[in-house]
């Protein structure tokens, strides 16, 4: 179950991440029909890039800085018809909804190791709450606790204890707080509820 949740977010990241470049192509389109001097920047660029690979493959580092401070001259005069025409030096970036993993849910860390991204685990974790019926924690939670809901009477043969219902769930609430204030106690013990099917 829970790999299919993740295949499934991660097509939901496929698709966000295409459309977010189908956008930008569109908007590479349109401004460079506006300013054509953009698409030949782009051109160069693209080219020094190859130069640039060759070079580095080739341990060919003298002519390595020149191309360098051709890209950075370029660059600069790309940033600049940006801004004189109006728009920001990050216009021709996709819009991605995360900026930290490019919406593809992972990101690359300097030791070569490929983590979750905050943004996948925080959908994994929303998925997660949505499917285990607590969205009304706003309603039900401790501060809104009724234990007048539950009975006075003390009925052995009934519920086999020689307390009443409220006193009982009393108790219950109590090591129910004990045990979210020891939370990240190593030695705090698990609670585990048991009962018929359908009780509440």
């Not at 800085?65 to 970036?93: M, T, V």
């Not at 997660?128 to 401790?142: R, T």
């Not at 809901?149 to 129910?176: A, E, G, M, T, W």
Request: hydrophobic share 35%; charged share 30%; with cysteine.
């Amino acid at each position: 179950m829970a790999n299919e949740v993740l295949n499934s977010l991660l097509k939901e990241y496929e698709q966000k991440k295409l459309m977010a470049e189908l956008d930008l192509e569109k908007r590479k389109i349109e401004l460079y029909q506006r300013i054509p001097k953009l698409q030949e920047i782009e051109d160069d660029l693209n080219g020094f890039a190859i130069l640039t690979a060759k070079d580095v493959l080739l341990h060919n580092l003298t002519s390595l800085d020149g191309l360098n401070r051709k890209i950075e001259e370029l660059k600069y005069e790309k940033a600049c018809i940006l801004h004189d025409a109006g728009f920001s030096s990050d216009y021709l970036r996709p819009n991605y909804e995360c900026s930290i993993c490019n919406d593809t849910g992972y990101v690359s860390k300097d030791d070569d190791r490929t983590i979750m991204c905050s943004c996948l685990r925080q959908k994994l974790l929303d998925v997660s709450f949505n499917k285990s019926n607590m969205s009304n924690l706003d309603k039900e939670n401790f501060d809104t606790f009724n234990e007048s809901l539950f009975s006075d009477d003390v009925d052995v043969s009934k519920y086999h204890f020689n307390i009443s219902p409220r006193q009982n769930i009393v108790n219950i609430r109590q090591k129910c707080l004990e045990f979210v204030q020891n939370f990240d106690d190593p030695n705090a013990r698990n609670l585990l509820f048991s009962g018929n099917v359908g009780l509440r």
